[in-house]
Each structure stands twice: as C-alpha cells, then as structure tokens.
C-alpha cells in the first residue's frame, strides 16, 4: 500500500509545484513548446468585448445539477485539452474524458499535460484548444491575451493546513513559521488569505519555502514549522500521524482553482462546441458526486490506490467540487488583491477577465437557473 500511496502522492505533487509557481511572464510571438495538434483550430484574435458576470449558484454550494437536456450532437469533431498533470486536481476534467460524456455531446476529447507556458503558447498558436488550470489564466487575461476563462470545476483550491499537536488554534500561530510549497503564488496567496480570515496578520508569521510537499511534511514532523499547506493526498499522511488540521482552505476560502478557459475566437465564432464542452463537465461533476462507488473505484485504478485511499481521496476532493461552474466573484477579486508584486492587477475588472456567458446559457438550457 505504502508504494501506490506515495506513487499518488507524486502524482499529486506535480501538479501542485506547477500550480503553486509563480506565474511566468506570457510569452512573445515565438512560441513555446507545442502540444500535439488536434483538429482546426481557429486562427487568434484580439480580445472580444467582457461577457457579464455570472449568477450564484441557485441551488446552493455543494448541490448536484439537476439532469441536462440533451441537445442535438455536434458534427463530430476533435479537440485537445492541456492541464498539468495527472491529478486530483484535475479530476473534474478527466472523470468526464474517461467516462466518454464529451462524445454524447459530438466531441472526441483528448487530453494531454503541459506546462502551464508551454500549454498557453499551444494555445495561441491553436495546437491545444481548451486549457484546465489555475489562476495563471486569470492572470494571462489581464495581462491582455486573448485567453478566456469561462467555468470554475472548484469551489477552491484543495489545500489544507495542518499543525503540530501542540498548535491549538490560529492565534497560536503567531510567530511561527508556516511551511508552504514556495514563496510565491497559490501556496503562499491562500496561506495569507486564510490567516487573514482567522484573524492574524500574514506579516506575524514566517512562511518557510520547502520547494516540495515531502518536504513540507519532513519540516511539520521535525518542528521545523508549526503549520503547513498541502494538498491531496498529503492530508490523510498527516491525519494518520496525529496531526491536528486547522483550516481546509477550499472550504473557507474563495479563490480561482480548476479553470477551464478557451482562445477567444474558439468561444466567439464555435460557441456551440463550448457549450458542449461546460456540459460534459457539468454532468461529470454530477456523476462525481452521485455515483460515490463507482468514481473511488476510478480513482484506485487511475491513481494506483488501495480501496482506503481512494475513499479519503474522494471525500477530500468532493468537499470543494463546484456543481455549477460558476466563477465567484469573490474568488477573482481575492486573487488579485494579493497580486503583491504588481499592485496594478489589484483593480482589474472581474468582466474583463472571465466570460461566463455561455456557461449561463447552459443554465438555461438545462434548468440549472
């Protein structure tokens, strides 16, 4: 067990040292390194007009969708989708790939990881049509790309923050020093907000970059560090060493986290394949959630867990699965306020850099508003 369990934990780990890096800045006309091409893809544009912010979640965090009309298939086609690593994280995505719920919509989704650099010049230069990440998309939208962002697979990000048995609560933090992945970016940004949130200033606390989350658990279990950030499935090794857990982020926090975003000529001029895209997504969520047997026993097989792991997994996982889609206001504006090192990106409009306006369509169409 011990073996498949830390073969999930490296896989887990790689998707999170590329989310958690800093985002690079976006790359010139040369592009970076491509991704198989898949299909035609639409040439890039400049940026369309914002699309209108979307409505709240009508059936309230954490309810299932209700079942989708089904819509007459698209003339079949085929489109790639580029995410960092095979991952938890990523498994709004890839549940609904494996279980071929893009297919009854006319789509052939392949998949395929990529840096986030490589992933966003595969984009641009139309190899890779559709990309599933994090914040660094909302960024690359600010920065005027023509990337757009358009459903949220996670209500948060899935971290949790773990203490030494001794820490009873957030006050007894201050002073101390938080391990989190690296100084920079989705670590240390939710780490910030989550004191916040509990009353402690960020600047009253010493955050101790490990570069790796192995090492983020060696630092917590040597008293290196009082506290640290991880993801799954480093929080069921911490639960079974007695650790005490603080605070799971993605339930308290709103922050961008499993972006699925597009070219902005895709979302304008194939509209219809978007839609069938959201839809494929949204009814794996809603298998995700309802069929509880049948996805732990995906998540053995994919990952390479015991039955018990998988289990853990899954109830971790689904804590923070975002039913709807949605993009919460909330979640973008706290990603841009603590854009530290450019203060400019902290007035960006939340229309200038998300387009929900299809995924709205999708409510109305299945019912969901």
Known sequence: MLARFRACSRAALLLLAVACAAPAAPPGPTPGPSAPSAGTPAAPVPPSAAAPSPPANPAGPGAPAPAAAQPTPLPRRTVLTAYPAVSLSAMSYMYAEDQGL??????????????????????????????????????????????????????????????????????????????????????????????????????????????????????????????????????ITARREGFRLLSNTGREISYPFGIMAT???????????????????????????????????????????????????????????????????????????????????RDVRYEDVVDTRLLQEVWRDTGIR
Not at 169 to 190: M, N, Q, T, W, Y
Not at 306 to 318: G, K
Request: proline residues 7%; hydrophobic residues 45%.
């Open 102 to 235: 893009f297919a009854r919509y006319g789509v052939d989704a392949q998949s395929t990881g990529m840096v986030p650099q490589a992933a966003l010049a595969a984009l641009l230069n139309g190899e890779v049509q559709y990309l599933f990440y994090g914040s660094s998309l909302l960024l690359y939208a600010a920065r005027g790309l023509p990337v757009r962002p358009f459903l949220q697979a996670s209500t948060g990000p899935s971290l949790m923050l773990f203490a030494r048995p001794e820490i009873a609560d957030f006050a007894d933090l201050h002073g101390k020093p938080i391990s989190v992945l690296s100084a920079a970016g989705l670590s240390a940004e939710v780490t910030q907000l989550v004191l916040e949130k509990h009353g402690l200033d960020p600047r009253d606390v010493q955050l101790l970059p490990a570069g790796s989350a192995a090492a983020q658990m060696e630092q917590l279990r040597q008293g290196l560090a009082a506290a640290t950030l991880i993801s799954p499935p480093w929080p």
């Open 263 to 345: 070219h902005a000529s895709r979302a304008a001029d194939n509209p219809a394949e978007v839609k069938a895209v959201i839809r494929a997504i949204l009814d794996g969520n809603r298998l995700i959630r309802a069929e509880r047997d049948a996805t732990i026993a995906w998540i053995a097989r994919k990952f390479e867990v015991e039955p018990d792991v998988a289990a853990e997994s899954y109830d971790m996982v689904l804590e923070t699965q975002n039913d709807d889609g949605a993009i919460p206001r909330d979640a973008v504006a706290n990603y841009f306020r603590v854009q530290e090192e450019d203060p400019a990106l």
